[in-house]
């Protein structure tokens, strides 16, 4: 006798949904709602909080840097002035080696200074 082999087809479908942003979709929250009682207001609210928490720490990174651009420019022409002087008063005494030495190093600071701060804005 010969044995008829039964051939046995299954299918097998998978979904996968995706979004983005916070929230997901109106259908996927009204399902939350089924499984949750007010899960889907639960859901907005926490996106309504991380939104404002985002928001926060964005304004304050922006305080931040202008407090530091302010900063450093006070710095840097303070920097200028001292080394101004100090120039001044080495050609004054005669000794021009640390004039001459004072102004490379005083142009070299400013240099320095606003190419580090030209690039750390480029690179945000």
Known sequence: MKQKLQHIESHQT???Q???GPLPPPETLSKYNEVIPNAAER???MAEKEMEHR???EE????????LIITSTILAFLCVIVLGAV????IYVGSNTAA?????GAITAVVGLFTYSKSKQKNQ
């Open 18 to 20: 995706a979004w983005r």
């Open 43 to 45: 859901i907005l609210a």
């Open 87 to 90: 120039l001044c008063y080495a």
């Open 60 to 67: 304050k990174i922006m305080k931040y840097n202008g407090r």
């Open 14 to 16: 998978t979904q996968m």
């Open 55 to 57: 928001h926060k720490k």
């Open 100 to 104: 001459i030495a004072t102004a490379i």
